[in-house]
């Protein structure tokens, strides 16, 4: 059911004027921002029926299926269901995970995206995730089933430290894996199977291995040698803070502790005291700037992160930062209708060429946004997880 959907050129060589001089938009209540994301995402669907699209590309026009993009729609169209009362999102969130448990393989792997396709733990625990939502929300047994092969397959790919590094991106290990340990200790809660706790825990203490001075912890970089992207460590934070509730209490502790020092790091030297705060897109060693741009996606996350961090410490400065990171966002989405590849998206940085996926209006971006507006406006996760 793709249909190819192209803009006025004139509307996109406007966004990178407005990004090159630094414009920002008015942003709007929550639910004009929500409502405006999803309908995006509704299109991006549309592109790849009945799965997810990666997105759209400025010069390239829509991208093609993604196992990975699927799998983070799939709960945060039951929550909007949920919210909304509008029956088409479950019918899209349903059509989604037909179509993932058509492509899962025999092994129970679930494969990237690009012609030549291989297995992938970060989509594969995401998929868990869509499995479960699926099975809590609608009993659905066959999505059950599929998360368990799933799980199977991730815990027999897993080394004997805990880490994943066969399958995953580059062949190295990354703690954004933290989001497959939660999914799996997620698993374990639901079925019983002792062996998906053993594989998230495990994971877990490996990479508390890895924490120095103020909660950095090592290997969030998608590519070695590189800087991580705020995306990825709000991969391995949320990971952290979400898996906590599923850990013995020595562990649970150890892993709120992490997330406590590295959003007060992150928080206070980026998103205290100043009139336009803006957080960097990419960070080393001892929170220090390594990218002059923002990674929208990532202040998304992060802003999902920082409103969890809120329930648990309400006194805090999480829902004020929270606040700013999700502003950041507001200000750079396009409320105009007309052209279908920028209304309501979210870019993957500002300016449009920075440095986390640059030149993409990247799907999994619009749901961090959409999951951190939904969860400002008292949506949880009802039923859904991930």
């Known amino acids: 059911m793709r249909v190819e959907e192209r803009g006025s050129p004139g509307r996109l060589w406007g966004r990178l004027w407005r990004d090159g001089r630094g414009d920002l938009r008015p942003h709007a209540e929550d639910t004009v921002h929500l409502r405006a994301v999803m309908a995006w995402l509704a299109r991006a669907q549309d592109q790849a029926y009945p799965a997810g699209s990666f997105g759209y590309h400025v010069v390239k026009g829509w991208d093609g299926a993604a196992a990975e993009t699927t799998a983070g729609l799939i709960p945060t169209f039951l929550r909007y269901a949920h919210w909304s009362g509008e029956a088409d999102w479950l019918r899209r969130a349903r059509a989604m995970g037909h179509w993932a448990r058509g492509a899962q393989r025999p092994d129970g792997a679930v494969v990237g ?182 990674c929208l996606g990532g202040n998304a996350h992060l802003a999902c992160l920082c409103l969890r961090l809120d329930e648990c410490r309400p006194r805090g400065p999480y829902r004020l930062w929270a606040a700013r990171l999700l502003e950041s966002v507001a200000r750079h989405q396009d409320l105009r209708p007309g052209h279908p590849g920028l209304s309501g998206g979210v870019a993957g940085s500002s300016p449009l060429w920075g440095g986390c996926s640059p030149g993409w209006y990247p799907a999994l971006a619009a749901k961090f946004a959409a999951d951190a507006w939904m969860r400002r406006l008292g949506v949880g996760e009802t039923a859904t997880v991930g």
């Open 113 to 294: 995206r690009g012609r030549r396709s291989q297995p992938v733990v970060l989509a594969t625990g995401q998929m868990v995730f869509a499995w479960l939502s699926l099975f809590r929300f609608d009993g659905d047994e066959d999505a059950l089933r599929a998360a368990r092969r799933a799980g199977d397959w991730l815990v027999a790919v897993q080394h004997a430290d805990g880490a994943w590094r066969r399958d995953d991106a580059r062949g190295v290990a990354h703690t954004r894996d933290a989001r497959v340990a939660w999914s799996l200790l997620v698993l374990a809660e639901a079925t019983g199977g002792r062996h998906y706790r053993a594989a998230g825990e495990s994971f877990l203490r490996w990479a508390l291995t890895g924490v120095g001075a103020g909660g950095w912890v090592d290997h969030m970089a998608t590519v070695p040698g590189e800087a991580p992207s705020t995306s990825a460590i709000a991969h391995t934070l949320e990971g952290f803070w979400a898996a906590a509730v599923y850990c013995p209490a020595e562990l649970a502790e150890a892993l709120r502790s992490v997330v406590f020092q590295a959003m007060e790091a992150m928080g206070r030297r980026y998103l205290g005291g100043r009139s336009h705060p803006q957080l960097p897109g990419r960070l080393g060693p001892g929170w220090r700037a390594r990218g002059r741009f923002d």
